[in-house]
Each structure stands twice: as structure tokens, then as C-alpha cells.
């Protein structure tokens, strides 16, 4: 058995290799770039007007003149214009080119406009005020994006405004999700008492959606015959395999000894850790990649969220952030393992607090529904004080 930790640097030191693809940048969101993304011009490209009002000759107001003469209005997407008289001024609109001539914008709650003048009201003015720089925020030629972004919409943003209609992106492994098990059904079928509707690979499979990775969904009874056919067959088209159920030490548990009869080489069978201890990971020669996760529902999710999202990530080059949340209430169980604790985390006072909600059991994938992620205890302690702070994996946004 090994720990949390030692699982997690022998997952992350077997990282996959992704191809790369090109898409039109409107479905690159949630997608990760494969490639540097350039300024194609200053940013912005001009002086660009930061505020409506009046554009004036800084050096007027500051020899003592307060009214001036309106010349004329720059509205935006207008070719610059110019001021030909430095006593006077140009109106100006949010966005515009800043005429010629001009270095300094007065907004209108500063002014007092009649009959095609404008007097100043404020006595605080600065040269260069309200106006956005050329190339303050990025020059021409300078990177905007690097490869690992993950592309979200602030991003899908930036692509457009550089003209970039078509990008690389890395195109995540071809992925089974695979259950066993005798007991599961259909979700069209009406279960008899002593069956249940499959779930665990839909709540995989929608968990890699949102990461813009697809996984195409299997289902094995617990014949190890059958069982070796079927995932010979799918390890031959697919580069990531994702088990839930079968791994654990009962009779029917084929999973581990089906695997390895492939070729798939164990790098470790039961983790240190709640729920999920009998987790198993392996690769193949030919560079597949095996995830086999218990069946429990909450297992299954933890894992995911825990190594397999992670590793998916670092393998395009994402830097994930490293998250904490401050345990609200005093939390206790028994056991020296890691302990990852089902909580509901909201923002009280500027802090990310963590309130324990275990549910019933890694089989209680129902309280998955009033908790947002997983704090992770550290092994080896029974009791956790409230105003303590510990790592945390989240799985919905708040």
C-alpha cells in the first residue's frame, strides 16, 4: 500500500504525451492551447479615450484657462482628428482616438457644458488623465497566451481580438470509461431489487466533458473470460482506460489480475487513503494509461478529481493552483490514513471556510449533491480543529 503522496508522484510521473489539433477559436473553450498566441498590433493600438468629455491641450489648463471653445467631437471608430486650436477642445467618447494635439480628458461630471463650451469645475487635474495608452498593455509582438493555457472565455476573448479564427489546441487521449459488474443495468431499465443503474461512468464521463475531453462508456459483466476479450479489445483503440469496480479482494473482483494478464504493469494497488483505498494504477509498454477505481460513488469521484483531472492537466502543461479552505467545525474520525472529507466551502470574512458534510459513506453519492469538493486530512491524526487549514479539491464552482 502506499500514501497519498507517493500515489500521486507516481501518476504525475507518468504523464501522457497529447497531439495537438486546430479548431476555430470559438470551440477552443475549456480546451487547452498548444501554441504562443502574439500581439498583432499595440494593445490598445492607439491613445484610446478612457472616458466621455472633453479632450484638451494640458498645457491650457495649467496656464489658467477654464473654458474652452468646443472644435469638434471624436466619437469611436472615427479616424483621428485634430485640435487646431490648443485654446479650445474636442469631445470625446469613451473609446475614441485621441484627437492630435490633445493629452488630457476631463470627463463630463468635471464640466459644465453651454452653448458649445466647456467650462472646467474641478481644480484636480492631471496631465494624461482618462486615457489608455498605446501599447500600455502589451506591444506589438509581445506574448500574450502560452502553451498550457487553459482557454476560458476571458481567453477566447484575446483570440479574437489578435484575429487568431483558428488555433492549436492539445488534443486530449482517446479515453474508455469502463464499469463492472453483474449488478448494474442500464439507466432505461427498471432494476430488479438486487440492481442498480449505472452511474459512476456518466459522473466520469460528464467530469471530463467540462474539461473539453471526451470518454466513451463500457460496461463488463464479472466473467474474467469475457472480461479479458473485452478489455483487450479496448485497449487496442483507446490510450486511457478508466475503470469503477472490481478491485478490491472479493471473489469477483477481476479487475487487477485481468489488467496485468494484458500487459498492463501495475505501479500500485491500494492506497493509504479515504475513500478509495483500493484504487489501482498501471501502464502498458505501448503507453496506455490505467486508472481502475473503486466502485463506491464516492471513490470513483474522489479519484478523479484527486489524480486523474490533475494528471490530465499537467500533461498538456496546465499549472494548477494549489487550493486551502479553513475547517469551520471541529472534525474527528478514526483511522491512520488520509482522510478526504466531503465539505460545503463558502467565503466568510475574506476566508475559504469548509463545512464538514460526510454523508454516509463513500456508497452515499446522493450527499454529493450538498457539498462543493473533498479537504484533504493528513494521515496519521483522528481529530481536526476548527481554524485549521488543509488542501482542497473542488468539483463545483461557488
Same mark, same amino acid.
Given at each position: 500500500?502506499?500514501?497519498?503522496?507517493?500515489?500521486?508522484?507516481?501518476?504525475?510521473?507518468?504523464?501522457?504525451?497529447?497531439?495537438?489539433?486546430?479548431?476555430?477559436?470559438?470551440?477552443?473553450?475549456?480546451?487547452?492551447?498548444?501554441?504562443?498566441?502574439?500581439?498583432?498590433?499595440?494593445?490598445?493600438?492607439?491613445?484610446?479615450?478612457?472616458?466621455?468629455?472633453?479632450?484638451?491641450?494640458?498645457?491650457?489648463?495649467?496656464?489658467?484657462?477654464?473654458?474652452?471653445?468646443?472644435?469638434?467631437?471624436?466619437?469611436?471608430?472615427?479616424?483621428?482628428?485634430?485640435?487646431?486650436?490648443?485654446?479650445?477642445?474636442?469631445?470625446?467618447?469613451?473609446?475614441?482616438?485621441?484627437?492630435?494635439?490633445?493629452? @488630457? %480628458?476631463?470627463?463630463?461630471? #468635471?464640466?459644465?457644458? $453651454?452653448?458649445? +463650451?466647456?467650462?472646467?469645475?474641478?481644480?484636480?487635474?492631471? =496631465?494624461?488623465?482618462?486615457?489608455?495608452?498605446?501599447?500600455?498593455?502589451?506591444?506589438?509582438?509581445?506574448?500574450?497566451?502560452?502553451?498550457?493555457?487553459?482557454?476560458?472565455?476571458?481567453?477566447?476573448?484575446?483570440?479574437?481580438?489578435?484575429?487568431?479564427?483558428?488555433?492549436?489546441?492539445?488534443?486530449?487521449?482517446?479515453?474508455?470509461?469502463?464499469?463492472?459488474?453483474?449488478?448494474?443495468?442500464?439507466?432505461?431499465?427498471?432494476?430488479?431489487?438486487?440492481?442498480?443503474?449505472?452511474?459512476?461512468?456518466?459522473?466520469?464521463?460528464?467530469?471530463?466533458?467540462?474539461?473539453?475531453?471526451?470518454? @466513451? %462508456?463500457?460496461?463488463?459483466? #464479472?466473467?474474467?473470460? $469475457?472480461?479479458? +476479450?473485452?478489455?483487450?479489445?479496448?485497449?487496442?483503440?483507446? =490510450?486511457?482506460?478508466?475503470?469503477?469496480?472490481?478491485?478490491?479482494?472479493?471473489?469477483?473482483?477481476?479487475?487487477?489480475?485481468?489488467?496485468?494478464?494484458?500487459?498492463?504493469?501495475?505501479?500500485?494497488?491500494?492506497?493509504?487513503?479515504?475513500?478509495?483505498?483500493?484504487?489501482?494504477?498501471?501502464?502498458?509498454?505501448?503507453?496506455?494509461?490505467?486508472?481502475?477505481?473503486?466502485?463506491?460513488?464516492?471513490?470513483?469521484?474522489?479519484?478523479?478529481?484527486?489524480?486523474?483531472?490533475?494528471?490530465?492537466?499537467?500533461?498538456?502543461?496546465?499549472?494548477?493552483?494549489?487550493?486551502?479552505?479553513?475547517?469551520?467545525?471541529?472534525?474527528?474520525?478514526?483511522?491512520?490514513?488520509?482522510?478526504?472529507?466531503?465539505?460545503?466551502?463558502?467565503?466568510?470574512?475574506? =476566508?475559504?471556510?469548509?463545512?464538514?458534510?460526510?454523508?454516509?459513506?463513500?456508497?452515499?453519492?446522493?450527499?454529493?449533491?450538498?457539498?462543493?469538493?473533498?479537504?484533504?486530512?493528513?494521515?496519521?491524526?483522528?481529530?481536526?480543529?476548527?481554524?485549521?487549514?488543509?488542501?482542497?479539491?473542488?468539483?463545483?464552482?461557488?
Amino acid at each position: 500500500m502506499v500514501s497519498v503522496a507517493e500515489a500521486s508522484s507516481i501518476v504525475f510521473g507518468h504523464l501522457s504525451r497529447h497531439s495537438v489539433k486546430t479548431v476555430p477559436f470559438q470551440e477552443a473553450v475549456n480546451c487547452v492551447l498548444a501554441e504562443n498566441i502574439l500581439a498583432d498590433r499595440d494593445f490598445p493600438p492607439f491613445n484610446r479615450v478612457a472616458m466621455d468629455g472633453i479632450a484638451i491641450r494640458f498645457e491650457a489648463w495649467a496656464m489658467g484657462r477654464l473654458t474652452f471653445l468646443i472644435e469638434g467631437l471624436q466619437p469611436a471608430g472615427v479616424p483621428q482628428k485634430t485640435l487646431e486650436d490648443g485654446a479650445n477642445c474636442f469631445e470625446v467618447m469613451t473609446g475614441a482616438v485621441l484627437p492630435i494635439n490633445t493629452d @488630457t %480628458v476631463i470627463r463630463y461630471e #468635471d464640466l459644465d457644458i $453651454k452653448n458649445g +463650451t466647456a467650462s472646467i469645475t474641478t481644480d484636480s487635474i492631471i =496631465k494624461g488623465q482618462n486615457i489608455h495608452s498605446q501599447g500600455k498593455d502589451a506591444p506589438l509582438g509581445s506574448v500574450l497566451l502560452e502553451p498550457g493555457t487553459l482557454l476560458l472565455p476571458a481567453e477566447v476573448a484575446l483570440l479574437a481580438a489578435v484575429g487568431k479564427h483558428k488555433v492549436q489546441i492539445f488534443d486530449f487521449p482517446a479515453a474508455a470509461i469502463v464499469a463492472s459488474g453483474d449488478e448494474l443495468v442500464d439507466v432505461e431499465a427498471a432494476p430488479e431489487l438486487h440492481q442498480i443503474r449505472r452511474s459512476n461512468t456518466y459522473a466520469i464521463q460528464a467530469a471530463m466533458k467540462m474539461l473539453g475531453w471526451e470518454g @466513451t %462508456v463500457f460496461h463488463l459483466m #464479472d466473467d474474467k473470460d $469475457k472480461m479479458i +476479450t473485452d478489455l483487450k479489445r479496448i485497449a487496442e483503440s483507446f =490510450k486511457v482506460i478508466i475503470l469503477s469496480g472490481g478491485v478490491s479482494k472479493g471473489k469477483f473482483d477481476f479487475v487487477p489480475a485481468v489488467l496485468e494478464q494484458i500487459g498492463i504493469t501495475k505501479l500500485f494497488h491500494t492506497v493509504n487513503q479515504r475513500p478509495g483505498k483500493p484504487f489501482w494504477f498501471g501502464v502498458s509498454k505501448g503507453g496506455i494509461t490505467v486508472f481502475a477505481l473503486p466502485g463506491n460513488p464516492v471513490s470513483t469521484y474522489m479519484c478523479f478529481y484527486r489524480y486523474i483531472k490533475p494528471w490530465l492537466l499537467k500533461s498538456a502543461g496546465v499549472r494548477s493552483d494549489h487550493l486551502e479552505a479553513v475547517l469551520a467545525k471541529d472534525f474527528a474520525f478514526s483511522g491512520a490514513l488520509t482522510y478526504f472529507l466531503q465539505v460545503m466551502v463558502r467565503v466568510d470574512n475574506g =476566508k475559504l471556510m469548509a463545512y464538514p458534510d460526510p454523508g454516509g459513506g463513500s456508497g452515499d453519492f446522493a450527499n454529493l449533491k450538498n457539498v462543493t469538493g473533498f479537504l484533504e486530512l493528513p494521515a496519521n491524526r483522528n481529530n481536526f480543529i476548527a481554524g485549521e487549514t488543509f488542501s482542497y479539491i473542488p468539483f463545483r464552482t461557488i
